[in-house]
């Protein structure tokens, strides 16, 4: 798969998982953020903390852990099938 392919992919997931129940096209800057910090980040451990930071900045809601994880983990499948093409 290539990047933008998988990009694309990650962008439909996070805003598929639509965690606050707003809307999938509620979301503008959120799956962005959330795609940059999949690429800095190490573990899906930590892109999960950083899923939960950037809803919170945004929404002013913490959603909990576990739910972060579980999109973290699908877009850390996706990068990794992803990088392995380059």
């Known amino acids: 798969m290539k990047d933008s392919q998988a990009v694309e992919e990650m962008i ?3 805003k598929a998982w639509d965690p606050f129940q ?3 096209d509620f979301y503008e800057t959120e799956p962005a953020d959330v795609i940059s ?3 800095d ?3 899906p ?7 939960q930071a950037i809803y919170h900045h945004s929404f002013e809601q913490l959603l909990p852990l576990e739910s972060c994880q579980h999109i973290a ?3 850390f499948v ?3 099938s992803s990088s392995c093409t380059r």
């Open 12 to 14: 439909q997931l996070i």
């Open 45 to 51: 451990l930590s892109l999960a903390k950083d899923i």
């Open 73 to 75: 983990n699908q877009l």
């Open 78 to 80: 996706i990068r990794d």
């Open 22 to 24: 707003y809307g999938e």
């Open 41 to 43: 980040a190490e573990d």
């Open 37 to 39: 910090a999949l690429y």
